[in-house]
Structure formats: structure tokens, C-alpha cells
């Protein structure tokens, strides 16, 4: 019986996957989880020092990297018409972006997830031709709302 019992958990165990749960599951655990906001020109208007008009978050499925809980996608477009993106790394609610591009949180809200660029690290991200920071604009804080995987492309 006591091999039967230990056999069993061994199975158990090994059937357990080797990640841990992210906090952020519940939003972006799933490849294709998509968080987005076009902000209109209302709110453009209201913040002239803004410079991104387009923002997505999404569960980065093509990789994970084995040093973190959950790989993102994001990317934003700005009002001069250039796309920027990025792959982070997460641990809990804290994602570092890759290459040194700085880092930020995410924490969900009733109908959508807060994304907080990090002060200190900034948020880099490239373009075609040039490198942003948003840390030096308006753009520091963003609230996505749930999209269809398309909206994350």
C-alpha cells in the first residue's frame, strides 16, 4: 500500500507544472489574453503632454522564459505614427522588460488591468527606427480593457 500511495503522489507530482502561478493569471495567463485602449481625441485633447494613442498588454505565447512566472507583449503607437513594442518578463505583478527597456507593474481592476511604468527604470521600447522611454512623457500610467487577440497584434 505504501508503494501504491508514494507511486501516486510521484505521479501527481510530476504531472505539476514546473511555473509557478502568476498573480496575473486570472487576466493574462492564457496565450492570447489581450488588454488594449485606443484613447480617443477627447481624452488626447485633455492631455496634450500624452504621446501614445494606441496601448496593448498581452500573454506573449510564442515564449516563456524559464527566469519568470508569465512573458507579455505590449506595444503602443504614438501620435507621430511610429509602433513601438516589447516582450517583459513577470514575477508576481512586477515585469522587467527585456534588454534593459526598464520595467513596470500590472494590477487588475474590476474591468481591466493598471499598467504603472516604474519611475526610477523608466519603460523603453523600439521602434523601426528609434527608442522611446515613456517615463519622460505623460504616459506613465495606462488602464487597458479587455480586446479580442487582434487588438494585441
Not at 49 to 74: C, I, N
Not at 85 to 92: K, L, P, Q, S
Not at 97 to 114: I, K, L, Q
Request: charged share 25%; net charge negative; aromatic share 8%.
Amino acid at each position: 500500500m505504501k508503494k501504491l500511495l508514494t507511486g501516486a503522489v510521484l505521479t501527481l507530482l510530476s504531472a505539476a507544472p514546473l511555473q509557478a502561478a502568476s498573480v496575473l493569471d486570472p487576466y493574462l495567463g492564457d496565450p492570447g489574453d489581450c488588454y488594449a485602449r485606443k484613447y480617443d481625441e477627447a481624452h488626447l485633447r485633455d492631455h496634450p503632454r500624452q504621446m501614445v494613442e494606441t496601448f496593448y498588454l498581452s500573454h506573449h505565447d510564442d515564449w516563456q522564459d524559464p527566469a519568470g512566472e508569465l512573458t507579455l507583449k505590449f506595444g503602443f503607437s504614438t501620435r507621430n505614427g511610429r509602433d513601438y513594442e516589447g516582450v517583459a518578463i513577470c514575477n508576481d505583478s512586477r515585469c522587467g522588460v527585456e534588454g534593459d527597456g526598464g520595467a513596470f507593474s500590472v494590477t487588475a481592476r474590476g474591468d481591466g488591468v493598471r499598467l504603472d511604468v516604474d519611475a526610477q527604470l523608466g519603460l523603453w521600447a523600439e521602434s523601426a527606427v528609434d527608442v522611446i522611454d515613456l517615463s519622460e512623457t505623460d504616459d506613465t500610467v495606462f488602464l487597458l480593457y479587455p480586446e479580442r487577440r487582434k487588438a494585441c497584434q
